[in-house]
């Protein structure tokens, strides 16, 4: 038989461990990921994907960034939905500061792959960029616009020079 005095202390001890993390806000990004708080908030917007001869994907996409760990990493969560609302894009990702001090990613999808793209900082956004064995080399970038809103493209290439466009999104920022 359990004692509900266990229950009561686990429950007293979860809540004394939690109050330090009530109402507080995320640190700001702090060293090498600090040129990604751009990115910070949560957005949302439409997104095509070309699906090749299965045509054309519309989707509407969300992302969630935060700082976590005292704003050493940023954490981004991206989910699209197609027009029924169903997901059909699901992917994690976490802004790190590298072993060579400058920033870096790894990216989970939802069918459990993952990757560690090279990250190239330009003027307001960012590429990353990785090899796959499907598509060749591929990349996204991210500009933010004078307008304020995320925009991406995905390209692929299968010789390094031409690109070929496969998604697109607008992003507008609805929150923090």
Do not use: C
């Not at 598509?135 to 020079?161: C, K, M, N």
């Amino acid at each position: 038989m359990k004692s509900p005095n266990l229950g009561i202390f686990t429950l007293a001890l979860l809540s004394f461990l939690a109050a330090p993390l009530a109402g507080q806000t995320r640190a700001a990004a702090t060293g090498p990921v600090a040129p990604f708080s751009m990115l910070l908030g949560r957005w949302e917007g439409p997104a095509t994907i070309d699906m090749g001869p299965r045509g054309t994907l519309r989707l509407t996409q969300r992302e969630w960034v935060h700082t976590a760990s005292g704003g050493t990493v940023i954490a981004v969560t991206g989910q699209g939905t197609d027009s029924a609302g169903r997901v059909v894009f699901d992917a994690f990702a976490v802004i790190y500061p590298g072993r060579d001090g400058k920033p870096a990613i790894r990216a989970h999808r939802m069918d459990g792959q993952w990757v560690d793209p090279v990250v190239v900082l330009g003027e307001n956004g960012f590429t990353w960029s990785f090899p796959d064995p499907r598509a060749g080399q591929v990349r996204y970038t991210f500009r933010l616009t004078p307008a304020g809103e995320w925009h991406e493209i995905g390209e692929r290439s299968t010789d390094g020079q031409a690109w070929v466009p496969f998604m697109e999104m607008t992003l507008r920022r609805i929150g923090d």
